[in-house]
């Protein structure tokens, strides 16, 4: 049985800080596939489109039939663990780091057998089921867990090497005026978080969510205003060693196409909080980050950007708020490979429309508040890079990888 996690001890500044390691990272553009479907938490395989094998590892042809059609398809996860080995001395710097290591090979019921890393809490001979997550490389790995939760599970040393739990560490929450503030610090306190770091622009000006956040404990109110390099820096300065996940909630929205709107105001705003501001709160918090990367149990471990699920096909009733949207998305992948030598995660949680003012006129669903807090936390507790959160989202996401140019026809193309 797992031991359950302890609250890590107070730091001692004399001591060497641990540097980050990884483990190997060179992957096949074969194995790639693995990794892709790791991102976002779900177990694939290749089947063989011709003979139906299921194949382990991945390759290029069939090992049947010698097909190349060889699809990645959702897979039965359960097996059986039928050998077990303890790693206790490793010439890799990352296992070294982190031994004893478990690994094993599992039968799946799908038919191969892998090799994989095992869990704590299973014995040779037993059921389990394997799950496909990142590792610090940011590639794709399998490990066995009991099939059936155990206490304390999450908390197993491996598991938590391929998760971001929000356990013991200290979260920064970067926009306290947004409806989903209290949500998101509510959920995480639950989820065992430390200390909560809650950003707010302008705290001479009053708004409905203050009362929720300055009631709750373990949370704290600071300056931050992300379209304000200088608040930006000087709060790095005073949290940067101390933020292991960093939420970016900060976001700026107006309905309206390009041409009802006659000028560009609203535009300049949505790119300086949407895409600026992600690249201020980069540069100021993203470097230090890196560094934690091994600093204990409290290591720095990810960075969650909330999105509009319209980065990826633009909505014309919210032309420029997509755009700033899709330009956040595609710098959140400059931030990644920046990120990656440090083994910090990069999640980006992808939303419709949400619950509040500036979305009254769409019908719904509508994404509330605590529906995002708990996208969020799912996530960060499944080590994920791409998070769909609500019906909308995850529609749009599945006809987008079916057909770009046909879902941009529809989101475009005038009524129906």
């Not at 989903?180 to 969510?209: M, S």
């Not at 509009?308 to 990644?336: I, K, W």
């Amino acid at each position: 049985m797992t031991d359950p996690l302890s609250p890590p001890p107070k730091k001692n500044p004399q001591k060497a800080q641990r540097v980050p390691t990884l483990p190997p990272g060179i992957r096949s553009r074969a194995a790639m596939g693995l990794t892709a479907a790791a991102a976002e938490g779900r177990f694939m395989l290749q089947h063989c489109a011709e003979c139906g094998t299921v194949q382990y590892p991945p390759r290029d042809a069939c090992c049947s039939c010698l097909s190349t059609k060889l699809p990645w398809r959702d897979t039965d996860p359960s097996g059986e663990l039928i050998a077990v080995t303890v790693v206790r001395a490793s010439p890799n710097l990352y296992f070294r780091d982190r031994t004893p290591w478990r690994t094993g090979t599992v039968r799946l019921a799908a038919g191969p057998s892998v090799v994989c890393h095992v869990h704590g809490d299973c014995e040779k001979g037993a059921e389990v089921r394997l799950i496909n997550r990142l590792d610090r490389a940011g590639q794709g790995v399998l490990m066995a867990l009991p099939k059936e939760g155990t206490p304390n599970m999450a908390d197993d040393p491996e598991l938590r090497e391929l998760t971001a739990d929000p356990k013991h560490r200290r979260v920064l929450i970067t926009d306290a005026r947004q409806d989903n503030a209290p949500a998101l610090a509510r959920a995480l306190l639950d989820a065992g978080a430390a200390q909560v770091f809650v950003g707010e622009a302008e705290g001479w000006r009053p708004y409905p969510q203050r009362a929720k956040l300055a009631a709750m404990e373990h949370v704290t109110l600071l300056p931050l205003d992300v379209t304000d390099t200088t608040s930006v820096k000087e709060l790095a300065g005073e949290i940067g060693g101390k933020t292991d996940i960093l939420i970016n909630n900060a976001r700026f929205v107006r309905p309206g196409g390009l041409f009802e709107r006659g000028d560009t105001t609203f535009a300049r705003e949505e790119m300086e909080v949407n895409y600026l501001g992600l690249m201020r709160l980069a540069q100021a918090f993203g470097p230090a980050m890196r560094s934690r990367g091994a600093d204990g149990v409290n290591n720095a471990v990810a960075w969650v950007n909330l999105l509009s699920v319209h980065a990826l096909s633009n909505d014309p009733a919210y032309g420029s708020f997509a755009a700033s949207n899709a330009a956040a998305l595609s710098l959140s992948q400059a931030l990644r490979a920046e990120l990656r030598p440090g083994g910090v995660r990069v999640m980006n949680v992808f939303s419709g429309p949400t619950e509040d003012d500036w979305h009254q006129a769409v019908p719904p669903p509508k994404v509330t508040p605590n529906a995002v807090a708990r996208a969020v936390v799912a996530g960060l507790r499944d080590g994920l890079e791409e998070v769909w959160c609500g019906d909308v989202a995850r529609d749009l996401v599945e006809r987008w990888r079916q057909n770009p140019k046909v879902l941009e026809r529809e989101l475009t193309g005038g009524e129906g």
